[in-house]
C-alpha cells in the first residue's frame, strides 16, 4: 500500500461530504486517517475567505493548516473531507505528487437551495450565516436573513469558490474534478482509491445510497 499521501477533497460544502467521511472511516483500510472537521476547520474558513479577499499572503493559512495535519503519523495516509479547510490548503502541498486532490461539484441550484435549507435548519449555520464576517465569500452579515435574493447569492458564491477551486488546485499532479452525482455512485469512490491507496478497496454499494444530513 502506497504511504504518507495526503488525499484532499475540496468542495463548496453540501456536496456529501459528512457521508463520505462515514463511507471512507469504515471501509477505508487502518492505515489511512481520515477527518471531517477539526477544531480548527471553523477558523480556517475565515482566514481563508479573508485572504480569498485580501492579499495576505498564506502565512496565516499555512499556520493554521499545519496545526490542522501535524497529528498525522508519516506512515499514515491523511484523508480529508473537511468542506471547510480548502482555501487554506498550503502551495507546497498542492505540488506535491504525493498529494492527491479531488474536487467534488454540485449543481448551482441544488447547492444554493441546501445551503439555504441547512441555514434554517442548525442553528449554528444560521448564526455562522448571519452574524460572522467571512464565513463565506461575498456574503454580508444578515443578507442571508434580509435578501430576497439570496438563493441567487448562494448560486453566485457556488460559482466564485468553485472557479477558485480550479485555479488554486488544478496544477496538483493528481487533481480530479467530479461531480457529486458521480461520486456516489457505484465502484466510482472505490475504484478511486485502489488506484490512489495501491490496494482492492471494496465498498457494498447499498452504503452509497445512505444519506446523512444531505438536503
Known sequence: ??????????????????????????????ECMVVHQTRFSHLANVIGNIQYHFPLGET????????????????????????????????????SDKTYIIHIVRQPDEFAVS????????????????????????????ENILSRNILAKYRYIHGKKNDFFVHKFSGNPNYIKISMDK???????????????????EIPPHELLKKTNQS
Open 115 to 142: 445551503m439555504y435549507r441547512l441555514t434554517r435548519k442548525k442553528k449554528k449555520s444560521f448564526i455562522a450565516h448571519n452574524f460572522i464576517p467571512f464565513w463565506q465569500p461575498y456574503l454580508f452579515p444578515l
Open 183 to 201: 461520486i456516489f455512485r457505484p465502484d466510482v469512490l472505490a475504484d478511486l482509491f485502489t488506484d490512489i491507496l495501491g490496494v482492492k478497496i
Open 60 to 95: 496565516p493559512g499555512n499556520f493554521i493548516y499545519n496545526k490542522m495535519t501535524r497529528p498525522v503519523p508519516g506512515e499514515k495516509n491523511f484523508v480529508s473531507v473537511d468542506p471547510l479547510s480548502p482555501m487554506i490548503v498550503p502551495s507546497a502541498l498542492i505540488k
Open 1 to 30: 500500500m502506497n504511504k504518507g499521501l495526503k488525499i484532499l477533497f475540496v468542495s463548496t460544502g453540501r456536496c456529501g461530504t459528512t457521508r463520505l467521511t462515514e463511507i471512507l472511516q469504515s471501509y477505508l483500510p487502518p
